[in-house]
Each structure stands twice: as structure tokens, then as C-alpha cells.
């Protein structure tokens, strides 16, 4: 049985009238009854998941069990797989991605990604951050100095290469790589940003920056992040969803996840039982 609820909002407001009320939160993402398959292989079976604003939510599960695939279907990803098909929604700000009228171009500049490993491309560190302002034709130097410099202050490594912008990316360290990653992604304004195991790749002390980064940006975006690293679920989202072949077996706040969770499996997974 899938569990996937939707736990009670923690933060409160006091009114005029000094009543307590929740805080009501928006969605980003609704996904209703996706199914995906791999040719035969049904990869993600009848997903039912909100993600919400300004927030991050965790996805974790034993590997193969649909996290990076449902991850991709956010941004439509998964669709550069040729033998990929999918029935159901996902309505980003109440629009179905999955739509033939909704264009893939257009939901890129909404979502941005993050991958496993750091991939600047191999150029400046500069030109790597005004790649997609550029794209999205922005020609004028200063307004992309300022975008240059917003995005690597906003991905918290400004002050690190604020003196060396013209050399190449590769020649920085993997944890600065990411951020440089992350820089990139902010500098086109993105709603939402998708992460995929930004931190496996990365030594402590990196992965440190990194948790600590998204945490900050939170307050600007609504980031959905895959990780296997429990410790790292607990310590940075506000919610949840444990994935198991292919379904969600339970989605609650991270809280709930962690120290009473609804679903034996979860409870198997997160003590460390298999996975």
C-alpha cells in the first residue's frame, strides 16, 4: 500500500484576532497519478506528490528505485530517453508539463538542474555564468557583470573567484565546481531548482558549503533534492518522500519521516536495514 500524505504545515501565524492558523503554503508541483516506463519496465508507478514553495523536499530510497527518474521528469529530463513513455500529470504552477502544448524550452527556464557531478563546461568561470543569460539574448556587458556577479554571490563563492573570473572553471576545486554549477543555474532566474546528489561526488567540508547554500536559497526557491545520505535528508529538507520500486511509500515532514514514520519499510530503510 502507497502511503503519500500531506502532512500538517508546523509554521503558524497569530491573527488580529489571536488565533493560531497554519500557515498556508503554495504548491509548485502537483503530480498526479504518473506512471513511466522503460520500454517494459515500469519505472515509477502511480506517483501522487506535491512539492511546495519555498521549501526543500528530500527524495530518498535504495538505489533504482525511481528517485533520479522522477527527479528528471520535473524538467522533462527523462524524455531524451527515446523509449520513455508516461501517462498522468505533473502540473508545474498548475500547468501540465506533460502537455504536447507545453514547450520544454519554456519549462527550463522555470526549473533548473543540478547534477551528481560537477559539470562547468569548459570555459571561464565567467562565461559559464553568463552562458544561458546569453542564450536568452542577453548581449548588454554590464547587465551581465551584474547577473555574473549576483549568481556567484548567490551561490555563496563570489569573495573565492571574484579575482580570477577570466580562467577556466576546470582549474577550481569540485566543491567550487558545484557552486559554480549552482551560480550557473541561478543565472537564469529559475523558480525551482533540481538537485540530483549534488554532494556525492564532493568531500565534507564541500558537502558542508553546499547543505548550507541550500538552506539560504530556500528562501528564494523551492528546491526538490535526491540524495542516499540520510543524515544529509534530516539535516536540510522540510519534507521527505521515500521512494521503493518505483513508488512513494510515504511522504512526510522530515520530522515525522525520521522519528515516526507511518510505513514499516520506512522505518527498514532509514534504521539501515537494507537499501
Known amino acids: 500500500m502507497v502511503i503519500a500524505k500531506e502532512a500538517p504545515v508546523k509554521e503558524t501565524i497569530v491573527t488580529r484576532d489571536n488565533v493560531i492558523a497554519p ?13 513511466l516506463w522503460y520500454g517494459e519496465h515500469h519505472g515509477l ?21 525511481g528517485k533520479s527518474t522522477y527527479l528528471k521528469t520535473l524538467n522533462r529530463m527523462v524524455e531524451l530517453v527515446p523509449i520513455v513513455r508516461t501517462s498522468g500529470e505533473i502540473l508545474y504552477r498548475e500547468r501540465n508539463i506533460l502537455s504536447k502544448d507545453y514547450a520544454v524550452e519554456e519549462l ?35 547587465i551581465l557583470d551584474e547577473i555574473v556577479e549576483k549568481s556567484l554571490r548567490g551561490a555563496a563563492i563570489w ?7 577570466n580562467q577556466n572553471a576546470y582549474g577550481l576545486s569540485g566543491g567550487q565546481q558545484q557552486r559554480i554549477c549552482i551560480a550557473r543555474c541561478l543565472a537564469i532566474e529559475p523558480d525551482v531548482i533540481l538537485m540530483d546528489e549534488p554532494t556525492s561526488a564532493l568531500d565534507p567540508i564541500s558537502t558542508l558549503k553546499v547543505e548550507e547554500l541550500v538552506q539560504e536559497l530556500k528562501e ?43 510505513d514499516q519499510r520506512t522505518e ?8
Open 23 to 35: 500557515v498556508q503554503k503554495n504548491i509548485v508541483y502537483e503530480t498526479r497519478g504518473l506512471d
Open 220 to 262: 528564494k526557491y523551492s528546491i526538490v533534492i535526491v540524495t542516499h545520505n540520510m543524515q544529509q535528508a534530516a539535516r536540510i529538507s522540510n519534507r521527505t518522500a521515500f521512494f521503493l520500486n518505483g513508488e512513494v511509500i510515504e511522504y512526510d515532514e522530515t520530522d515525522n519521516i525520521f522519528q515516526n514514520p507511518s
Open 268 to 275: 527498514d530503510y532509514i534504521s539501515g536495514r537494507f537499501g
Open 45 to 65: 508507478k502511480n506517483i501522487n506528490l506535491d512539492i511546495y514553495e519555498n521549501e526543500v523536499t528530500a527524495i530518498i530510497g535504495p538505489s533504482g528505485c
Open 108 to 142: 527550463r527556464t522555470h526549473v533548473g538542474m543540478v547534477f551528481q557531478k560537477p559539470n562547468p563546461f569548459p570555459k571561464s568561470i565567467y562565461d559559464n555564468i553568463a552562458y544561458g543569460p546569453r542564450i536568452h539574448g542577453i548581449k548588454n556587458k554590464k
Open 159 to 165: 569573495d573565492e573567484v571574484k579575482d580570477r573570473l
